[in-house]
Nanobody, 120 residues
Framework: QVQLQESGPGLVKPSQTLSLTCTVS??????????WSWIRQPPGKGLEWMGH???????YYSSSLKSRTSISRDTSKNQFTLQLSFVTPEVTTVYYC????????????RGQGTQPTVSA
């Protein structure tokens, strides 16, 4: 069974870049027909898809975040990474990494989430 674990800094200053890493175990991020997403949930709101990287390395981003978001991967470590630039305190939220199958919008596995603090 695939497992995902988010990691990253606990504290980020406003206007800096937030970098989060998702470590995957129990399955490879290059396995055919899966994609690997970053999702966030602001306080009191629903889940928001930020973007994903597929099994061959193609990336796709939310139109509202595209200019500030970058997703990459390290296949040797079975990890993928989110970089979100120009963070603001208003987006202090929970970030999840997840796996989905190509052709579907649903995640079949998700990490427990991480909630960095954005503060000076």
């Amino acid at each position: 069974q695939v497992q995902l674990q988010e990691s990253g800094p606990g504290l980020v200053k406003p206007s800096q870049t937030l970098s989060l890493t998702c470590t995957v175990s129990g399955g490879s991020i290059t396995t055919n027909y899966y994609y690997w997403s970053w999702i966030r949930q602001p306080p009191g709101k629903g889940l928001e898809w930020m973007g994903h990287i597929d099994y061959v390395g193609n990336t796709y981003y939310s139109s509202s975040l595209k200019s500030r978001t970058s997703i990459s991967r390290d296949t040797s470590k079975n990890q993928f990474t989110l970089q979100l630039s120009f963070v603001t305190p208003e987006v202090t939220t929970v970030y999840y990494c997840a796996r989905g199958r190509m052709g579907t919008d649903e995640s079949d596995s998700r990490g427990q989430g991480t909630q960095p603090t954005v503060s000076a």
